[in-house]
């Protein structure tokens, strides 16, 4: 594991932004996963004002919200689509999302792992939740988790509510997510944290004993984890 402590966000988004292109600069299809949520806006910004070439990138999310439409404001592919994807030239047959309203949600699920399967991801971008959340894997997830339906914790779906006029009653409480086990078959993985409110949390994660009631604690076990923190979510460590 590699830890890159930076003094704020602005660094820590231009660390993360020198971590992606590298890796797309390395190969140019790439397979790439990517979260939504308030830490990755910085890198993507950045991503979008390099002009890189993504016309042979695949890009797979992580998450979705259960019985949202696509194109509710308040799903992740709408999020994706407004701060990275209508910005760059990446081919819409080249992005993987997951359909919060399939019908059968199971055949959903199964059936995005086996794409996963077929298209090995080279590196997967993670926030972290301050229960230690990764995708939408909340505490008790298994290691073996694969993609599936799962329920939001009350306390991420009040860190949420911002994006849902403060009203958590307004949070789905249901979700569609890749699984632990997904997560830790990417090639690599770049972990993102800022703010003084995950610095315990990261604490947990990357210090203490591996544990079920954390779900990021188990990232210390990938051969190629990269952790990039600001000033602040570093401060327990
Ligand atoms: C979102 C996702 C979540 C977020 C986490 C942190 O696609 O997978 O695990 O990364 O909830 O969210 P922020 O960055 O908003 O603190």
Known sequence: MKIIITKNYNDLSSKAVEFVVKEILRKKSAILGLPTGGTPMGLYRKLIKMKIDFSK????????????????????????????????????????????????????????????????IDLIVLGIGKDGHIGFNEPGSSLNSKT?????????????????????????????TVGISTIMS?????????????????RNALKEDMSKDVPASVLKLHSHLTVILDNRASLNI
């Open 148 to 176: 599936r339906l799962v329920n939001l914790d009350p306390s991420t779906r009040k860190a949420n509510s911002i994006y849902f006029n403060n009203k958590i009653e307004n949070v789905p409480k249901k979700a569609l």
């Open 57 to 120: 990138i695949k890009i797979f999310t992580l998450d979705e919200y259960y019985g949202l439409d696509k194109n509710s404001n308040n799903s992740y592919y709408y999020y994706m689509k407004k701060y990275l994807f209508s910005h760059i030239n990446i081919p819409e047959k080249n992005i993987y999302t997951l359909n919060g309203k399939a019908k059968n949600i199971d055949k959903e699920c199964y059936q995005y792992e086996k794409l996963i399967k077929k298209n090995p």
């Open 186 to 202: 990417a090639k690599k993985i770049l972990l993102l944290a800022s703010g003084i409110e995950k610095a315990d949390i990261i």
